[in-house]
Nanobody
């Protein structure tokens, strides 16, 4: 069972990125999924979650700017990030919600800088 996050990069403040997380079908169809991030020198934090039926939760710091979605047929969860700020710079990870220790992958780096 693996989760592969992708789509990160360097973007200017105010810009947008779309992250993708491809998951093994054996877990994706029954579990809530989440995006997490870890900035340098900080603890990993929850960004957003989505249940199998599509109910969502957002951290206060990203609400109104980020949108989490999932395509159950493709076993993929997405994070659309708009109006990015320098403080959004971090490595972004996907995992179950709540997270499973064995499913932390490499993550994808998002850098917001001019």
């Amino acid at each position: 069972v693996q989760l592969q996050a992708s789509g990160g990069g360097l973007v200017q403040p105010g810009g947008s990125l779309r992250l993708s997380c491809a998951a093994s079908g054996s877990i994706f169809s029954i579990n809530a999924m989440g995006w997490y991030r870890q900035a340098p020198g900080k603890q990993r934090e929850l960004v957003a979650t989505i249940t199998y039926l599509g109910s969502t939760y957002y951290a206060a710091s990203v609400k109104g700017r980020f949108t989490i979605s999932r395509d159950n047929a493709k076993n993929t969860v997405y994070l659309q990030m708009n109006s990015l700020k320098p403080e959004d710079t971090a490595v972004y990870y996907c995992n179950e919600a709540p997270p499973a220790t064995m499913l932390w992958g490499q993550g994808t780096q998002v850098t917001v800088s001019s």
